[in-house]
């Protein structure tokens, strides 16, 4: 078993990595529970696919388990959901120290985190990530959010999970689609600060899409261990260090708000198509040479991920596009603040870009 951790003093997480680790994830959750029972939130296909090993874990520990299930999906990063939640952890009695799990993907994670964040103005939350997504990036880190009409992610606070129990064993039933989306994120890491490791994304993508247990662990604990260091050096996300795990995130977020959080563009979908985007508009700028957005391009294409403007956004123009880019958490003063890249494994926070100018260039991407 990997042991990681975000060393972050009181609000410190331990992340273990190992395969088949859900069927042991009673060793670490005992302690979690009260009165022989703990709150686990999960969505209606993992409650399928994932929760029933859980719960036989916490059986033979005598623990039973609450669940709280909301729909699959984006949608349900709302408020009503939220909400929900807040009312169901009141209504089953969740007291301050006790600790809620959230068994599922980035939406599970990001919304039972949320909930826990406010639940008596804060509970612990445990997170055992079951998308590539949430296995790789979202499960570690703290944030937390919902979507709101402004935008994607646009009310969240930081709530750090005391553990994280990542089995990569949990992505077997995990759909092609969605783990696509989460190789978005994988390779996001390798072009923000690891060429080596961008490298090995290029020559393992087949075996990582097909669950090669060595391939597939080796981009996980990758993925973690460079996201811990990120989120130990600026946890709050105001540094400029953590907003480079936003590469791709400003085209991306746009595009999912556009889109409409229905399913017809995932999250790892619109940051692939962000990140060809993030690099062709770098080499436009001469920010890098065009040969390296080039291979960028190719090899998110290799994926089986898009690098244009999605369909999804419908009949959306350019300008609507950069309204919403606008808004991102990431700005600072006028203009657009976005994630660039001098090369693969060189990504730059860049601020003052003008508006106009990445209209333009969206508009030329779709001629
Ligand atoms: N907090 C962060 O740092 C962070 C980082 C990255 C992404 N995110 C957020 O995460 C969300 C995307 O996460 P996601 O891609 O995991 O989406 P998701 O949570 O919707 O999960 C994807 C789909 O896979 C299903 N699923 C999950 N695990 C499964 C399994 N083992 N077997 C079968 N089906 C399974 C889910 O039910 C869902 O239908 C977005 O909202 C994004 O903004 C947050
Ligand atoms: O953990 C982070 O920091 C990230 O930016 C990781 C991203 O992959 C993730 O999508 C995150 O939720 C985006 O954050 P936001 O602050 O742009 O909403
Ligand atoms: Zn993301």
């Known amino acids: 078993m990997e042991r990681l951790t975000v060393d972050l003093g009181s609000r410190r997480s331990d992340i273990l990595i190992a395969p088949g680790l859900l069927d042991r994830a009673a060793d670490f959750l005992a302690s979690d529970a009260r009165n022989a029972r703990i709150a686990v ?8 696919a994932q929760l029933p090993r859980l719960a036989a874990s916490l059986d033979k520990a005598g623990i039973a388990i609450d669940p709280i299930v909301v729909p699959a999906g984006e949608a349900s990063k709302s408020w009503d959901q939220l909400a929900a939640l807040c009312d169901a952890f009141a209504a089953r009695g969740v007291q301050r120290g006790e600790a809620i799990v959230a068994l599922g993907g980035g939406v599970v994670g990001d919304l039972a985190g949320m909930a826990a964040a ?3 103005r804060g509970v612990p939350i445990v997170q055992i990530p079951t998308s590539l997504v949430a296995q790789v990036d979202s499960s570690v880190g ?8 402004a935008g994607k992610n646009m009310a969240g606070s930081f709530h750090q999970p005391r553990l994280v ?3 990569p064993g949990c992505l077997a039933t995990l759909p092609e689609r969605e783990m696509r989306a989460g190789y978005a994120e994988i390779v996001k890491y390798g072009l923000i600060g690891d060429a080596d490791f961008y490298a090995f994304c ?11 247990p060595d391939a597939l662990s080796h981009a996980i604990s990758r993925c973690v261990a460079a996201k811990a260091r990120i989120v130990e050096a600026d946890e709050d996300d105001t540094a400029g260090t953590r907003a480079l795990l936003n590469l791709g995130h400003s085209f991306g977020h746009a595009f999912e708000a556009l889109a409409g959080y229905d399913g017809a563009l995932l999250h790892g979908e619109a940051v692939a198509a962000g990140m060809a985007l993030a690099y062709a508009y770098s080499a436009r700028i001469g920010l890098c040479d065009p040969a390296v957005a080039r291979r960028v391009s190719a090899h998110i294409d290799d994926a089986g991920l898009s690098t244009r403007i999605p369909d999804a956004i419908g009949q959306a123009d350019s300008r609507q596009i950069v309204e919403f880019m606008m808004r991102d958490k990431k700005a600072a003063g006028g203009g657009l603040t976005l994630i ?3 090369d693969i494994g060189r990504a730059v926070l ?4 003008a508006p106009d100018d990445v209209a333009a260039f969206l508009d030329e991407t779709r001629a």
């Open 41 to 48: 939130v999960t969505d209606d296909n993992v409650a399928r």
């Open 118 to 120: 406010l639940h008596l």
């Open 142 to 149: 703290g944030k937390v959010a919902v979507d709101t009409k």
């Open 165 to 167: 129990l990542i089995d």
């Open 202 to 212: 290029e020559a393992n993508v087949t075996d990582i899409m097909a669950r090669n």
């Open 340 to 342: 660039l890249a001098e």
């Open 350 to 353: 860049r601020n003052g870009i």
